[in-house]
């Protein structure tokens, strides 16, 4: 049984960064995607990047971390990590990992309901 576990979160300023982790446990067979997604109050699900290991080709589903965020994975099996910068008020939310997603055609997928695992949340708040 797959098991997620994400830690990292925090509060901090506008400006400020926060580096948050996902570990994972009991990933067998063959490889799937990974992806961080968030949830604000009142708001849909949204995923923030998503990862292929085998290739480490990480993906950034929202224009506005681009340049700000990295996903990223040293080696197969050890935690996927999200490093954000530059933190603004609107990236605040619970960030959730998730794994099993497809990669098809060169892309992960993107849709939530597409990933079969998910962990409990990390909370970020940023105040301005």
């Known amino acids: 049984q797959v098991h997620l576990v994400e830690s990292g979160g925090g509060a901090v300023q506008s400006g400020g960064s926060l580096r948050l982790s996902c570990t994972a446990s009991?990933?067998?067979?063959?490889?799937?995607?990974l992806a961080w997604f968030r949830q604000s109050p009142g708001k849909e699900r949204e995923q923030v990047a998503n990862f292929y290991p085998p290739i480490k080709f990480a993906y950034y589903s929202l224009l506005s971390v681009k340049d700000r965020f990295t996903a990223s994975q040293d080696n197969a099996g050890s935690p996927l990590y999200l490093e954000m910068n530059n933190l603004k008020p609107e990236d605040s939310g619970t960030y959730y990992c998730?794994?099993?997603?497809?990669?098809?055609?060169?892309?992960?997928?993107?849709?939530?309901?597409?990933?079969?695992?998910w962990g409990q949340g990390t909370q970020v708040t940023v105040s301005s």
């Open positions: 998730a794994a099993g997603g497809r990669w098809f055609n060169g892309a992960c997928a993107r849709r939530a309901s597409y990933y079969t695992t």
């Open positions: 009991g990933l067998t067979g063959s490889p799937t995607c």
